[in-house]
């Protein structure tokens, strides 16, 4: 538990019964201040599971997406006084043994931590479960936005994330889209803030549906994508678009 600075578990859940005990008892949970579940109006008994575990839950009446679950729970942990927010998912898809390094990483100066898949070719294509024909399309994607949002970081279009205070006020996190978008939004709106943005290796386990979305769905997602990266080109020259507004 951090002396100095508050640091919060963000759990965004969506229909996630069948994995929440399994990957509560993986959560390093002594790192935290605080435990929080925020779920998106589940159908099935994720909010029952989290009460007997004892996690503090919050349930939308409505679902929100994806996004629009994100920045009601990031305003939440703000308003709470956190001052680093981890936010994994309790579906299992992310390994909890990133979480340490990746704080160690927001103590030694980084205000934005997100994970990289890629870290290893083999571990990705062998262990990883994610469907073969998403790995190279991923790989291509990864290497584009990189290059044109003139970053360091590797994988630019996955979901763990931590977050810092100093992060989400320098950004207009109120303008981001409420699907799987904002979270390449917010590393565009991180990298054109000229915040110190870093990674750390994550294991992943894709099963089911959570093997990844539909080609049609990854393919809207692409599109998108560049629909933020031509926006981020073009702050670059002044010429400014709503989401690279500061807030205020």
Same mark, same amino acid.
């Given at each position: 538990m951090s002396k100095q600075r508050k640091i919060v578990a963000l759990l965004l859940a969506y229909n996630a019964a069948s994995t929440l005990e399994k990957?509560?008892?993986?959560?390093?949970?002594?790192?935290f201040d605080e435990i929080i579940l925020f779920d998106d109006a589940s159908s099935d008994n994720t909010v029952k599971i989290s009460n007997k575990l004892g996690i503090l839950t919050i349930r939308n009446k409505n679902n929100l997406g994806y996004g629009g679950n994100l920045k009601k729970a990031l305003n939440f942990c703000l308003l709470g006084g956190?001052?680093?927010?981890?936010?994994?998912h309790p579906d299992g898809e992310y390994?909890?043994?990133?979480?340490?390094?990746?704080?160690?990483?927001?103590?030694? !100066?980084?205000?934005?931590v997100t994970g990289n898949r890629f870290f290893s070719? !083999?571990?990705?294509?062998k262990r990883s479960g994610m469907?073969?024909?998403?790995?190279?399309?991923?790989?291509?994607?990864?290497?584009?936005?990189k290059f044109l949002l003139d970053t360091k970081i590797n994988d630019l279009h996955q979901g763990f994330r931590v977050y810092t205070k100093t992060l989400l006020q320098k950004i207009n996190l109120a303008a981001n889209s409420n699907d799987y978008i904002f979270s390449f939004e917010i590393i565009a709106q991180a990298q054109a803030a000229g915040c110190n943005i870093t990674e750390v290796p994550i294991e992943t386990t894709y099963t089911g549906k959570k093997r990844g979305a539909s080609f049609m769905s990854s393919l809207s997602y692409i599109l998108q994508t560049f629909k933020i990266v031509f926006m981020f080109l073009l702050n670059r020259i002044g010429i400014?678009?709503?989401?690279?507004k500061a807030q205020g």
């Amino acid at each position: 538990m951090s002396k100095q600075r508050k640091i919060v578990a963000l759990l965004l859940a969506y229909n996630a019964a069948s994995t929440l005990e399994k990957f509560y008892k993986m959560l390093p949970t002594k790192l935290f201040d605080e435990i929080i579940l925020f779920d998106d109006a589940s159908s099935d008994n994720t909010v029952k599971i989290s009460n007997k575990l004892g996690i503090l839950t919050i349930r939308n009446k409505n679902n929100l997406g994806y996004g629009g679950n994100l920045k009601k729970a990031l305003n939440f942990c703000l308003l709470g006084g956190a001052d680093i927010i981890v936010d994994i998912h309790p579906d299992g898809e992310y390994s909890p043994a990133s979480i340490q390094r990746a704080i160690r990483q927001i103590e030694s !100066g980084a205000e934005l931590v997100t994970g990289n898949r890629f870290f290893s070719y !083999g571990y990705i294509y062998k262990r990883s479960g994610m469907f073969k024909w998403k790995i190279l399309p991923i790989i291509a994607l990864n290497f584009i936005t990189k290059f044109l949002l003139d970053t360091k970081i590797n994988d630019l279009h996955q979901g763990f994330r931590v977050y810092t205070k100093t992060l989400l006020q320098k950004i207009n996190l109120a303008a981001n889209s409420n699907d799987y978008i904002f979270s390449f939004e917010i590393i565009a709106q991180a990298q054109a803030a000229g915040c110190n943005i870093t990674e750390v290796p994550i294991e992943t386990t894709y099963t089911g549906k959570k093997r990844g979305a539909s080609f049609m769905s990854s393919l809207s997602y692409i599109l998108q994508t560049f629909k933020i990266v031509f926006m981020f080109l073009l702050n670059r020259i002044g010429i400014q678009s709503k989401i690279f507004k500061a807030q205020g």
